[in-house]
């Protein structure tokens, strides 16, 4: 496995997707599976699915095709990636209750973790449950990130290009090459999802990138040590896990479901600040720059773990509490009794 390797995949990765997108939108058309506008969606017209199955063809078929039996050391993350974005297009065809959506996530979490994707949180047992909770939780915040044309497929180029770089120097070239192969993959998706979008990744595409970023992210951390657990689990996943961070927050001051749609998200609130769709993607893909080279400084250890622990855990406060005061909901308005004339 060399370099050269790593960049025919993602060659291989970029075009497989620019070319099969166009594709899925003309099926997507064809089958009426189509996301209309309507409640909290900001699109304006109905917008076809089907662009994440393009995503996962792109960065799976070169990465099997191409790695041969160094691929088998990540089986149990691609078998639980292509099971998300399998529950993610039945999801968007027909939407499954949430029950059903967790049960399948946790079975395919744990195929990730038996297969030895364990982040080392405490150094015992709990790092199981853990990782297995991590995964799932980071696999619909990335869900939750796709409210925006441009800004998930954004955030994935930067994101897994860094991961992917903190993958090779750490010594996990198998983990570094399906980063490689998603980056270029996502890439070639937004060339069609750059707003205004032509289609959409829908769950498939979401569920798909949440998972393989949230195992690889905890397999790539090296060391010992809640520092380096904290940073290295932290700053690759640093928008979806702030964005959540934002939503739950905000709903739960205003009283409001926690589990319900709505345009309460970072990208709303800049939005509403007065960027654009895309300088807000821009703005995202930028923030995940800057925690993704925090995390590659601190892997090949020009940051010490703690000092990137603590300042990724600080930075995240202040992103999830700062854009509270950015108003999203309309203003309810007080019940005024009337007085009764005896």
């Known amino acids: ?189 937004l060339l069609y999802n750059w707003a205004p979008a032509r289609i959409f990744m829908g769950d498939a595409g979401s569920l798909f990138i949440g998972f393989v970023l949230a195992s690889s992210a905890a397999l790539v951390i090296t060391g010992t040590g809640t520092g380096t657990a904290v940073a290295g689990l932290l700053l690759p996943t640093f928008v979806a896990t702030v964005d959540t961070g934002i939503v739950l927050v905000s709903r739960r001051r205003a009283r409001r479901p926690l589990l319900q749609g709505g345009s309460d998200h970072l990208s709303h609130r800049l939005h509403r600040l007065g960027l654009g769709r895309r300088l807000t993607a821009l703005v995202l893909s930028a923030v995940a720059a800057a925690a993704g080279l925090t995390d590659l400084a601190m892997t090949l250890g020009w940051i010490a773990p703690a000092a990137a622990a603590i300042g990724g855990v600080a930075a995240a406060c202040v992103a999830v509490v700062l854009p509270q005061r950015v108003p999203v909901y309309a203003p309810t308005r007080p019940q005024t009794s009337i007085p009764v004339r005896g």
């Open 1 to 189: 496995m060399n370099g050269g390797t790593a960049l025919v995949t993602a060659i291989s990765a970029f075009t497989g997707s620019a070319a099969v997108t166009p594709v899925m939108r003309r099926l997507a058309l064809r089958w009426r599976l189509t996301d209309r506008p309507g409640g909290h969606k900001s699109h304006q017209r109905p917008t076809p699915y089907l662009g994440g199955i393009a995503i996962m063809l792109g960065a799976v078929v070169p990465l099997v095709t191409l790695v041969g039996a160094a691929g088998h050391r990540i089986a149990g993350i691609l078998v639980g990636a292509v099971a998300m974005a399998l529950l993610g297009l039945i999801d968007d065809v027909a939407p499954l209750p949430p029950p059903t959506r967790l049960a399948v996530q946790a079975l395919a979490a744990g195929v990730a973790v038996m297969s030895g994707v364990v982040a080392p949180v405490t150094g015992a047992w709990p790092d199981v449950p853990i990782t297995l909770l991590w995964i799932v939780v980071v696999t619909n915040s990335y869900n939750l990130l796709d409210n925006m044309d441009g800004a998930l497929g954004a955030v994935t180029v930067v994101s897994t290009a860094l991961l992917a770089a903190a993958a090779f120097v750490s010594g996990r070239p198998e983990i570094g090459l399906l980063l490689a192969a998603l980056s270029p993959a996502a890439l070639g998706f």
